[in-house]
């Protein structure tokens, strides 16, 4: 069965950090690019970070450049986001994804597995 548990959301005050962990299990993880997404409420489902089977390709999108960094640790079979200069603007489910295509991660938004999400709620 595939799996993916994120865990690390939580209640931070802007400008704090977070470490989100996407923990992957049920498939060839080597095999798999994997994403993050997040969700706030009344808003449209957002990509913000994808990394490549290698680590070779990452992908961020426009409103976390330069606060967000993906990676992944093959061995663990996890990805993590971490996320500095937290700003409330970032309140959102984060949810990790998982496809052998790293583009249908980033330009599509159709991977084939999906995590439950964990919250992220940042105060002002």
């Known amino acids: 069965e595939v799996q993916l548990v994120e865990s690390g959301g939580g209640l931070v005050q802007a400008g704090g950090s977070l470490r989100l962990s996407c923990a992957a299990s049920?498939?060839?993880?080597?095999?798999?690019?994997i994403g993050w997404f997040r969700q706030a409420p009344g808003k449209e489902r957002e990509g913000v970070s994808c990394i490549s089977t290698s680590s070779g390709n990452v992908y961020y999108g426009d409103s976390v450049k330069g606060r967000f960094t993906i990676s992944r640790d093959n061995a663990k079979t996890t990805v993590y986001l971490h996320i500095d200069k937290l700003e409330p603007e970032d309140t959102a489910v984060y949810y990790c994804a998982a496809d052998t295509s790293f583009h249908k991660i980033v330009e599509v938004h159709v991977p084939d597995y999906w995590g439950q999400g964990t919250q992220v709620t940042v105060s002002s």
């Open positions: 049920g498939f060839t993880f080597d095999d798999y690019a």
